[in-house]
């Protein structure tokens, strides 16, 4: 079974700085993909980001972008400028092919951005 | 935008009860699921569907049963509520269309007395 595990239950950021979160994957699949969502407080989980396992170019979405390490299984996020509205729980999960859109979570990572 | 509705937000209620939790999305969308959200544990899946009447388990699917019976809708249902099962419970529904991309719906905080 796969497992994704984040390691830092909790980090800090400036506002402005950059930040990142960290995510290692167990897969013995080859083609799979990979995500981070985000859960404000009290709000809906939304999607930030996906990654393919097949493409080596990493994924960025306007200030958020991945370090996608296929052979060390790591798939970090980067947040840059940050802004308070980044605060939130940031979710990594994976998603193999064929499981019907099946994802695995990892155990989240709550973000304080500070002035 | 794609919507997802669940029934309450905060619901209370006491060991034994049986307990509905509702779901329901408007995006035509194939496949449903289920997850229970705790501190330090994530999200873990309980039950998901990928069509009318289909369900199967997730990982922790003990003392729970599901029911769609309409493509929009997803039910969880806890047959008789213990004090473990408090929990935050979240509904996603996805297309095949989109691999691996869920929406959410706003969770249900569940406390069981």
């Known amino acids: 079974a796969q497992t994704v595990t984040q390691s830092q239950p909790e980090m800090s950021v400036q506002e402005a700085e950059t930040v990142t979160l960290s995510c290692t994957y167990d897969?013995?699949?080859?083609?799979?993909?990979l995500f981070w969502y985000k859960q404000p407080p009290s709000r809906q989980m939304i999607l930030v980001i996906r990654?393919?396992?097949?493409?080596?170019q990493n994924a960025t979405e306007n200030r958020f972008s991945v370090n996608f390490q296929k052979a060390a299984k790591s798939f970090s996020l980067k947040i840059s400028d940050s802004q308070l509205g980044d605060a939130a729980m940031y979710f990594c999960?994976?998603?193999?092919?064929?499981?019907?859109?099946?994802?695995?979570f990892g155990t989240g990572t709550r973000l304080q951005v500070t002035l | 935008d794609v919507k997802v509705t669940q029934s309450s937000r905060y619901l209370v209620k006491r060991t034994g009860e049986k307990v509905f939790l509702e779901c329901v999305q408007d995006?035509?969308?194939?496949?449903m699921f289920w997850y229970r959200q705790d501190p330090g544990l994530g999200l873990r899946l309980i039950y998901f569907?990928?069509?009318?009447?289909?369900?199967e388990k997730g990982d922790i699917p003990e003392g729970y049963s599901v029911s769609r019976e309409k493509k929009e809708r997803f039910s969880l249902i806890l047959e008789s509520a213990s004090t473990n099962q408090t929990s935050m419970y979240l509904c996603?529904?996805?297309?095949?269309?989109?691999?691996?991309?869920?929406?959410f719906g706003p969770g249900t905080r569940l406390t069981v007395l």
């Open positions: 897969t013995s699949e080859s083609d799979y993909y």
């Open positions: 569907s990928y069509d009318v009447k289909m369900k």
């Open positions: 999960a994976y998603n193999g092919t064929g499981t019907a859109s099946k994802l695995t």
């Open positions: 996603a529904s996805s297309s095949d269309g989109l691999v691996g991309e869920q929406f």
């Open positions: 990654q393919e396992a097949y493409k080596q």
């Open positions: 995006m035509d969308h194939e496949n």
